[in-house]
Each structure stands twice: as structure tokens, then as C-alpha cells.
T-cell receptor, first 113, second 112 residues
């Protein structure tokens, strides 16, 4: 398995609280992505990064922010969690943005009550 | 905009039977297409990818997919299903901005 670690694996929080999810990689890949997976929607891209301090929005970025201060770490923050953000969050990495070969972490199950 | 449509959110086949999972794409340029598989409680992993080198693409675990431009399809097949194939399968396309866009997924059930 590619060296991708997501933490925490499970999180239960209350509406209105801030939440930060962490993705850590040991592969030194340039590109990192955050997806959310919801029944009936497949995977949808939240934010991605193409280098340290270089990030951009995906298709469902509202309510989320990201930071990448080091190659190996990509943080996803929910500034004020809402119930609609209850989901499974996946981090992915890739060496090239053109090849399409993504390596995924094991996911974080987030429940916002 | 590039997109993929997977036909059938659930597919059931008997063990030993043919597996056919359908994917149609929308793209104004030659597409890069992918199939990913997700086993329970795991992340996705790449099964195979089409990058215009050959229309029939072989992947891992005996799966293959055929690119048919005339039908805008990239269906995934396996001649003989095994219980271990039970999983969710995602078709995906590389968009103009090089991001990977996923379909909604098809859950494959294998009947004993």
C-alpha cells in the first residue's frame, strides 16, 4: 500500500464546531486531494494541492479550507461543521496530475450531530 | 465538460458468471478513462486505465475494459465472477483541468 495515513479514522462532532482532518504521506508525491464520498454521489473533489502552499478548489469546496505547509501533510478544515458535512472523507495522492493514477488513504468517517 | 455515467447502482451476478459493469463517458476530446475498485472499509484502488494506446485494456484480478468510441462506452468485464469480487466499482475520467471525475459507483454483489 502507498504510504498514506489519514487521521482520525472516526470522528463525531457537534454542529458549529471546527474540525481538522489530516492526511500524511511518505511517498513524496507532489499532488494531494481531498474527496468526500456519499451514497448516490460517488466521490466528489473538495480541494486539491499541486505543491507546498499551492492549493485550489474542487467541485464541493464551500465550507472547507485546506493547508499544505509541507509536502507530506495536507490538512482539511471544516471551519464550522454542519450536518450536511457528515460523510466519509478520503485523501488521495498522485505523482503526476496527468496520469490519473491516484492512491487513496483508508478514509475518515465524520459524523456531525 | 467531461463526465461519466455508470448504469446501475447495484449489480448482482452468480459466482462463475460473467461480470459486466457499464460506463458511458462524455468528452469532447480523446478521454483518459479509469476503473477503480473499493473493497469494504477501504479506499479506492486503480483497476485499469485507458490512455489511447489500445482499446482493450487489461487490469488486475482478471478484469478488462474495452474502449468503444462509437458508443462512448468503457464497460468493465470479467469472464467468471468470484466471491472476492464483491465491492464497489467506480468509473472515472480525466477532466480538462486534469482532475479525476468519478461516477457514482456500482456495487457488485456475488451470489453463491
Amino acid at each position: 500500500d502507498a504510504g498514506i495515513t489519514q487521521s482520525p479514522r472516526h470522528k463525531v462532532t457537534e454542529t458549529g464546531t471546527p474540525v481538522t482532518l489530516r492526511c500524511h504521506q511518505t511517498e513524496n508525491h507532489r499532488y494531494m486531494y481531498w474527496y468526500r464520498q456519499d451514497p448516490g454521489h460517488g466521490l466528489r473533489l473538495i480541494h486539491y494541492s499541486y505543491g507546498v502552499k499551492d492549493t485550489d478548489k474542487g467541485e464541493v469546496s464551500d465550507g472547507y479550507s485546506v493547508s499544505r505547509s509541507k509536502t507530506e501533510d495536507f490538512l482539511l478544515t471544516l471551519e464550522s461543521a454542519t450536518s450536511s458535512q457528515t460523510s466519509v472523507y478520503f485523501c488521495a495522492i498522485s505523482e503526476s496530475d496527468r496520469e490519473g493514477k491516484l492512491f487513496f488513504g483508508s478514509g475518515t468517517q465524520l459524523s456531525v450531530l | 465538460a467531461q463526465s461519466v455515467t455508470q448504469l446501475g447502482s447495484h449489480v448482482s451476478v452468480s459466482e462463475g458468471a460473467l461480470v459486466l459493469l457499464r460506463c458511458n463517458y462524455s468528452s469532447s476530446v480523446p478521454p483518459y478513462l479509469f476503473w477503480y475498485v473499493q473493497y469494504p472499509n477501504q479506499g479506492l484502488q486503480l483497476l485499469l486505465k485507458y490512455t489511447s494506446a489500445a482499446t482493450l485494456v487489461k487490469g488486475i484480478n482478471g478484469f478488462e475494459a474495452e474502449f468503444k468510441k462509437s458508443e462512448t462506452s468503457f464497460h468493465l468485464t470479467k469472464p467468471s465472477a468470484h466471491m472476492s469480487d464483491a465491492a464497489e466499482y467506480f468509473c472515472a475520467v480525466r477532466a480538462r483541468d486534469d482532475k479525476i471525475i468519478f461516477g457514482k459507483g456500482t456495487r457488485l454483489h456475488i451470489l453463491p
